[in-house]
């Protein structure tokens, strides 16, 4: 029996870290301009600042999920933390380019590692009945460091330089870590004999970073050649796991319907929503002339209605099929993105910001009901597959939604910096990306529905 002072410390330590990821995810959108002047970064290299971190914890996340099992969660959840502290140390005193990118892949290491042993610590210490709004919290979490990011990225960027965004972060990092020490005695592990499936990781590792780097390229021959490697090394990767007796990933975990619709419908979302408050971002800073600090208070919209609305929706989803609220978040979601795809630069900001509710409010149904069905659809011994698979989904459509922007810019605007001169071009690229991203949405709201008549069964021992 896991002690209720545990599953208190479990639950606190994971929101905060999740927070403090989530927030030095978003804020750097906030810092982009200044990161730009500072560093002489083009527009693409600006998106590869959020794509590298992206990217790395997509490659990570599912051998993490394999070793964070086999090593000890709560232990993982440790050097997870610690190793963020030291990543975004290094990134305040990056005094280059290549420093801040090798940072940021230090910090993103310290990421994967605490999403994916974070949410199976809270399915492992929090009762069944509770799991739904403990997730429902540590998601929310997430949006609390979102709707933070907005504000306080641009004011701190406007008023203290844009190393001031990382800077805040450092006391959080060092509470989670002391925390975790000394207040969560327990260890779980699973499958701790079995051997670390190498071969199956490498082959994951290639797929997933020739298909991610080769579909920010897609424009050139190049990057179609790319994506097309990181496909095959991704067919060859799932045709290697089902023959392994150890996998490093269990994907015959997809042959339960609704594990894989709200999976797709998870990956989807992040594709339609991530570029969101980007787009917005360059639509107010360079379009319009507004300064990060002004930005961040448009911005905090979104984030603040999906804070307050996660954890009721969570804890709902203990009580009625959590994928119906899935659907109906984001279809409001989708509606939200087809108002923002009439925007430009007479739209009245009241407009863009009932929009941006909107679409909070949708995606806060959306997301705690979706994780919620992902980790109950899954045997017990399985909560760090379906964790890995989270982060993992989570990751790849954020890397992706930003990839698709980036395509779209270099197809519109080509690999320049973002000056006066192209702002409509810049423009249309932003009304593009929207226009994909509503369709992107549709498509989320129907592999909801679809999971939502599966006739797989929840594995109510994990609820």
């Not at 750097?28 to 998106?47: D, G, Y």
């Amino acid at each position: 029996m896991i002690k209720k002072t545990t599953a208190f410390y479990v639950v606190l330590v994971g929101s905060l870290a999740s927070f403090m990821a989530a927030y030095t995810s978003n804020a750097v959108t906030m810092a982009l301009p200044e990161l730009a002047r500072v560093f002489h970064l083009s527009n693409i290299l600006q998106n590869w600042t959020i794509n590298l971190y992206l990217l790395t914890m997509a490659v990570l996340s599912v051998p993490f999920g394999k070793i964070c099992a086999q090593k000890g969660l709560k232990k993982s959840f440790f050097y997870g933390a610690l190793v963020f502290f030291i990543g975004t140390a290094g990134i305040i005193m990056a005094a280059n380019t290549e420093m801040l990118l090798l940072f940021r892949f230090i910090q993103a290491i310290g990421s994967a590692a605490i999403f994916v042993s974070s949410v199976s610590m809270i399915v492992k210490a929090v009762p069944n009945n509770q799991r739904g709004r403990a997730l429902g919290i540590n998601i929310a979490s997430v949006y609390i460091g979102l709707s933070l990011a907005p504000v306080l990225g641009g004011s701190l960027t406007y008023n203290f330089g844009w190393e001031s965004i990382f800077a805040i972060t450092l006391p959080v990092s060092f509470i989670v870590v002391v925390l975790t020490y000394l207040k969560i005695k327990e260890e779980w592990k699973l499958d701790a004999d079995d051997p670390i499936d190498i071969k199956g990781s490498v082959f994951y590792g290639i797929g997933i970073s020739a298909f991610m780097y080769g579909f920010t390229e897609l424009h050139t021959l190049t990057g179609q050649a790319i994506t097309a490697v990181g496909v095959i090394f991704l067919i060859i990767f799932i045709y290697y796991e089902l023959k392994q007796k150890y996998p490093i990933f269990n994907v015959r975990l997809y042959k339960n319907h609704k594990f894989l619709s709200s999976n797709i419908a998870s990956v989807i979302s992040y594709i339609s929503i991530f570029s969101v408050s980007t787009i917005i971002n360059y639509h107010f800073q360079y379009i319009l002339g507004w300064n990060a600090q002004m930005t961040g208070l448009i911005l905090i919209s979104m984030p603040v209605m999906q804070a307050i609305v996660t954890p009721q929706s969570g804890k709902l989803s203990d009580l009625i099929n959590p994928q119906k609220l899935s659907a109906l978040g984001m279809g409001l979601a989708t509606i939200a993105i087809l108002i923002l795809t009439t925007m430009d630069d007479s739209t009245s900001v009241y407009i863009i910001i009932i929009a941006l509710m909107i679409g909070g409010v949708g995606y806060g149904l959306f997301s705690s009901p979706n994780t919620n069905t992902i980790m109950s659809s899954v045997p017990p011994n399985e909560t760090t597959m379906a964790s890995a698979a989270v982060a993992t989904m989570r990751v790849i459509g954020q890397t992706l939604s930003i990839g698709i922007l980036t395509v779209i810019f270099a197809f519109v605007m080509g690999n320049v910096a973002i000056t006066p001169s192209v702002y409509p071009q810049l423009g249309e690229s932003c009304h593009l990306a929207l226009i994909c991203s509503t369709i992107l949405g549709v498509i989320s709201v129907l592999a909801s529905l679809v999971g939502m008549n599966s006739n797989d069964k929840l594995n109510t021992t994990q609820r």
